[in-house]
């Protein structure tokens, strides 16, 4: 009997251990894939400092503040240091992205069609793309702002962990309003059609 409670127990722990082993590991590092599902975050930027242990801070829901070198020969600040400030106002979009990815370079066409579409809205959004120190990768397929963050100090400003396809929306007022977090590898199409939904609540003030 004693035999049997002891297999019993083990293989109890054994289920356990192997349970805890599938679902632990902590943030992957930049520029890793995330092979969960996208996670959209809708975020009401609280009037004080929040109460509850564990929430985010006033300032994480604030227009950062990193300046970096603009690559995008287009820009009328083309080569110059500067940074989101420069669009404040406006709806501002910011996506991370790589300039050796493929997947990134797909999504930063899809992000300049995305862009397109609402200027002929007439809706008064920019979409940035913070980009790595490959950054200027970017420059021979959009007209998009693209910032160099050749040291990943402004990826981390923007999040703590932040990786390739996260996305962020600032309303006009600065603060923080979304954030998209997953891959989009092979579904920019589907990355145009969440983000263009939110960014055009945004701008109407819906």
Known sequence: MKS???????TALSFVMACTTETGGGSSARGDEDPGLPRQ?????????????????????????WMREDVQPKSARFSQTHGLDSYRGKTVVVILLEGF???????????QALQDELDAEKLDVQIVVLGDAAASEFASRVS??????????????MRKGASKHDTFVFGPNGLRTHFLHGTYQGEPARWRTEIGAEVRKVARKL
């Not at 693209?146 to 402004?154: C, L, S, T």
């Open 4 to 10: 049997l409670m002891s297999a019993v127990v083990v």
């Open 41 to 65: 975050e809708a975020v009401t930027p609280p009037s004080a400092s929040p109460s509850e242990p564990g929430a985010p801070s006033q300032a994480e829901y604030l227009l950062p503040s």
């Open 101 to 111: 990815c493929p997947f990134c370079r797909s999504n930063s066409v899809v992000a």
């Open 144 to 157: 998009l702002p693209i910032f160099r963050d050749a040291d990943g100090r402004a990826w981390e400003e």
